[in-house]
């Protein structure tokens, strides 16, 4: 994917690339993480609070964190939110399968720009997709935004792991196998060469964790999952903080 200049035309080329590989998506998140990726979004949503009663699933694609979250906590309503209509649609027969229509809402709607109320939902969760925000900081102040004072945000993502060895392995695996395979059957080799570059794009652990801490959050932490090829962060809205915080610019 060739990656033109301006935030806007960034935007638009990323939401033409998941529409694009939206009908093998799944597929290839089984085949080419060898089925890792349902246990790092178990992981997730086993660190949601007992008691959310509404969970935004931001970037949520084709729904399996959104349904991973409504099967762990029988008692939320979740709201799936992603800005490329094909994966809405890969979530849809996915969630009429689990019979969770009713607790599993779907919107088309920008993870930089959201149609929610300031303090509207007691978790927000988002994987693999904070690395594709064009604009993260404000995503990061939208996530913020919408979540009630003491409420939970997860975000998961990938990361070049720390041990050089493994660093090294992952970095073939990444930039010449999955590339290719990923090529291969979704028929958009850009699409796959975009994912090992956006990794390395993507801020340290360390640096995003300050990101999450520059836009107001509290209590931020982070651990690596399968020797840091993954990580999960954690933040909560303070208390006391006042609404309606403006995303950055
Ligand atoms: C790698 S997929 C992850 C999907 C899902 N969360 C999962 O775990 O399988 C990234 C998703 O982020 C969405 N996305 C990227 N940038 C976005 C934005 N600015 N607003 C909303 N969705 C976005 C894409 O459309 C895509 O569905």
Redesign the pocket.
Known sequence: MTRPGTAPER?RA??RM??AI?PT??LL?RLLSFGV?RSW?RQLVAQLPETPLRVL?????????SLAAARARPGARVFG????MP?LRGAVPKIARAGLDGRVLLQN????DLPYRDGAFDAVT????I?????RDR?LAEMLRVLCPGGTALI?DFSIPPNPVVARLYGLYFSRVLPFLGGVVSGDFDAYRYLPRSVEGFPSRAAFARSMEEVGFGEVSYRDLTLGVATLYRGVRPHGQAPGITPGA
Do not use: K, P, Q, W
């Not at 699933?57 to 964190?65: E, F, P, Q």
């Open positions: 935007t990323i939401r998941f529409s939206a998506y799944d998140n990726d979004r699933d931001l970037a949520c694609g084709t729904g399996d964190v939110a992603d800005f490329a994966m709607a920008s993870a930089e988002i994987a693999f997709g690395r594709n925000v064009v604009r995503a998961l």
